[in-house]
């Protein structure tokens, strides 16, 4: 299991996320960018190490399961800039019956999500929305807008 974040820090947590999990898991580490493309453009030379998302570049061919955890919202801007190519990448490139999980923020996320499913149909997902409200009762009152996603390739 890779754990892919923009922010450096979430790498000291890795081995926390492993403990919890339990065996067969294995928490590692990569940078990401979801504002960003997921594929190397054409014209990019052979130096990975300017390109933040060679983490996910090298694995989305054996990724079962997206977790976007409190950051559509967040980056919904700045993803915007670029139509939010991550999103079509992983349309086109994750593999048939993977599954995208987006949890954020209650009644702030409705619209970026419909925007990201809108823009993911546009790649060809085939599947319906649905986006259900969770809210886990605890000292903090976690509050949550859930969207799944299945991603399904149609020949």
């Given at each position: 299991m890779?754990?892919?974040?923009?922010?450096?820090?979430?790498k000291f947590y890795t081995k926390t996320i492993g403990d919890l999990l339990g065996e067969p898991f294995d928490v590692s580490f990569g940078r990401c960018d979801i504002t960003k493309e997921i594929i190397l453009p054409e014209e990019t030379e052979t130096d990975f190490s300017k390109f933040v998302n060679i983490g996910l570049f090298k694995g989305i061919g054996?990724?079962?399961?997206?977790?976007?955890?409190?950051?559509?919202?967040?980056?919904?801007?700045?993803?915007?800039?670029d139509d939010f190519i991550f999103y079509r990448n992983i349309v086109n490139h994750a593999i048939h019956g993977s599954v995208c999980i987006?949890?954020?923020v209650m009644i702030h996320s409705v619209e970026v999500y419909g925007t990201v499913y809108r823009v993911m149909k546009e790649e060809g997902l085939r599947c319906n929305r649905e986006v259900?409200?969770?809210?886990?009762?605890?000292?903090?009152?976690?509050?949550?807008?859930?969207?799944?996603l299945l991603i399904k390739h149609v020949e």
């Amino acid at each position: 299991m890779t754990l892919l974040d923009f922010e450096k820090t979430w790498k000291f947590y890795t081995k926390t996320i492993g403990d919890l999990l339990g065996e067969p898991f294995d928490v590692s580490f990569g940078r990401c960018d979801i504002t960003k493309e997921i594929i190397l453009p054409e014209e990019t030379e052979t130096d990975f190490s300017k390109f933040v998302n060679i983490g996910l570049f090298k694995g989305i061919g054996n990724t079962n399961l997206f977790l976007f955890s409190y950051v559509t919202h967040e980056t919904s801007t700045l993803a915007a800039v670029d139509d939010f190519i991550f999103y079509r990448n992983i349309v086109n490139h994750a593999i048939h019956g993977s599954v995208c999980i987006f949890a954020d923020v209650m009644i702030h996320s409705v619209e970026v999500y419909g925007t990201v499913y809108r823009v993911m149909k546009e790649e060809g997902l085939r599947c319906n929305r649905e986006v259900s409200r969770l809210v886990i009762p605890s000292n903090h009152d976690l509050r949550s807008e859930v969207m799944i996603l299945l991603i399904k390739h149609v020949e």
